[in-house]
């Protein structure tokens, strides 16, 4: 059944530590700082002596960040992610920049919270979260030893990159997507390999095979865009690659299909959800990933023991043993998407098709960040990302028909405005 060989998936090795090279760099910011630091001191700047205090603390401590050791060099040359705003709970936002699901969680994990015997708090959790992990099992129809937990997704994520990817090998996958694949990559110092997606959203499938990375990312439904990859093409890829084929389904609950079949059909299949999304439970940070037992006994080693403390692994339960509640807010949201994506259309957007709690938008008139600050100042937060193709588009969540109608309230009046 399986078509997979004996793949070496993981890295062969976590010892070989490798130093990183002195960096001449380091030696140009010291002499330069140094000089700066002489002028302050003897006043050839004409500064008050306040001024002239505050000016030298302040290059002490550029000058100590930048020389200090303490990183890999790779580590120093990346950007950190930057995640969506998040506004303090109560504040009169209405959030619609991080795809969270506007309704609240089932009511049975109010009731597991307000139960909770803090007994349980005083002992370590159950390593593999079993109690979350047969809920799974029995929702999705998965035996349990085919499920491994994660604190959120992006754990997930995480781990997969931390038992298969290093330095030498190559990380792959189509854009624009999930930022984090990107900085996951740097952290292992691996190769990264951005093949990007048509204007429309077609996979570029035979790049994706042809680049055979140890580790290759699909967002589907994708994100910021939307759109599902067919479970055709994902076929053809899983059973091209040599490495591991990480479907990201952060969005399947809204999506008409999933990539549960791929995973029992090939070995180097990972699906990976999450329960932030069509859950409501992204302040509880809850995912899972679906493959195989052999594809996650090397994941298992690197995961941390108690991943899962034992509020978050008895919420998990309850939710998703109620699939029904998750199913009805589920189909509210997908009603307001056709709503909104229509209102949108008719404010001259451009609007992808999404199959996910969101609508990635381009203006008419091209002028998304504008858009975004204004909205931001009528208190609507909405996501904008300043990186290529995206600078003139916004990603908008799908909030409550009350919220999305004081949404485009706001853009028609700054539209009308221009
Ligand atoms: C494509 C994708 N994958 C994974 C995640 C991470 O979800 P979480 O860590 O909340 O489970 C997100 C979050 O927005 C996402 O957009």
Redesign the pocket.
Known sequence: MFRAKSRQYYRSNLGNIILPPTEPGKEMILKSVCSLLQRFSKDTTGASLSVRILAIKSLSTFFYLAMTDYFRSNIDAMAAYVPGEQPKPGSQIIKLN??ENPYPPCPEVLEVLKNFDSEWLRRYPNPYAEDFRQAISKALGVKSDWIIVGN????L?NVVMRACVESGRKVVYPTP??V?YQTLTQMQSAEIVEIPYSEDYELPLEELIAANGAVTFI?TP??PSGHVVSMDELRKLASKLSGVLVI?E??VDFAACNALDLVKEFENVIS?R????GYSL?GI???FGIANPKLLSGLYKVKDSYNIDAIACAVGAVAMSNQEYKNACVQKVNASRTFLAADLKELGFRVWDSQANFLLVQSGTGNAEYLYQKLKSEGILVRYFKQPRMEDKLRITIGTDKQNQALVQVLKNLLYEN
């Open positions: 991080s795809n959120g997704s992006d754990e994520l997507t999930y984090l967002a994708n994100s990201d952060a969005y990976i999450t329960l932030s999304k992204a940070r809850l995912g």
